[in-house]
């Protein structure tokens, strides 16, 4: 049994990763950890373990490789889509993906790398390619504007209840959205939405500008409702 450590800030990614490599007997996860110092903390406490970690955790490479190595243990890096995988080479990591990269290729790398071998990207597997564009901006132009804001929103890991909150409407109405969404991107959960969206960089930019937006509506409702008390008071004050 090879024992897992997954690393990741974003949530939506760990539960993904977990997803895919539970379907393998030989691997138990045996830690889940959001950023560098809980991970290395991981590390220290579960000796022999791979570490899958995101590049975005920015741990000191030599410092985290040094750890690995004492605790007999080896790194996996998750980089995103646009790096180059040479420092993490240059440091002698075992195994390196993408965001991009399918889950079998994942559960591949984990197996390669837990039989002392290294598993190296031939190229960079991002969503640049033709096919993955199309991909991504046939489906963002089929989801309306409501739909777009729910699946910004997914994306950020919010639920059902809390998404009909900040988008002033009802839990029923979200569920009805989320099977017209789920039909047009060809997913059957909202995990599968979150990663599908997060592995097609169009959709993926237009779900972040989306979450920009509500962000800033409700900011604005805040201020504006903070005013609101003071502008009561003086109207009280001046009796008009």
Excluded at 124 to 133: I, L, N, R
Excluded at 207 to 231: F, L, M, N, R, Y
């Amino acid at each position: 049994m090879n024992k897992i450590i997954l690393a990741d800030s974003q949530a939506i990614f760990r539960a993904g990763t977990a997803k895919v490599l539970a379907i393998d007997e030989d691997f138990r996860i045996i830690a889940q950890c959001s950023d560098t110092e809980r991970m290395m903390h991981a590390i220290t406490t579960f000796p022999g373990a791979i570490v899958i970690f995101a590049a975005t955790l920015k741990p000191e490479l030599s410092r985290l490789k040094l750890l690995l190595d004492t605790m007999g243990s080896r790194g996996i890096v998750i980089a995103e889509n646009n790096e180059s995988p040479t420092p993490y080479l240059q440091h002698g990591f075992r195994g390196i993906i993408f965001r991009s990269t399918a889950g079998s290729a994942l559960v591949e790398c984990a197996r390669k790398v837990a039989a002392g071998e290294t598993w190296q990207p031939l190229q960079a597997m991002t969503s640049d390619t033709p096919e993955e564009d199309m991909v991504g901006t046939r489906v963002r132009d089929r989801l309306t504007p409501k739909e777009m804001r729910i699946v910004a929103l997914i994306v950020q890991g919010c639920k059902n209840r809390e998404i009909a909150t900040r988008l002033k409407t009802t839990e029923q109405v979200i569920k009805n959205y989320l099977r017209s969404i789920y039909d047009k991107t060809g997913v059957s959960d909202r995990l599968e939405l979150a990663l599908f969206t997060l592995h097609h960089r169009v959709l993926a930019e237009a779900a972040a500008v989306v979450g920009g937006h509500i962000e800033a509506e409700e900011q604005a409702d805040s201020a504006a409702a903070a005013t609101q008390p003071s502008k009561v008071q003086s109207i009280a004050r001046t009796g008009t």
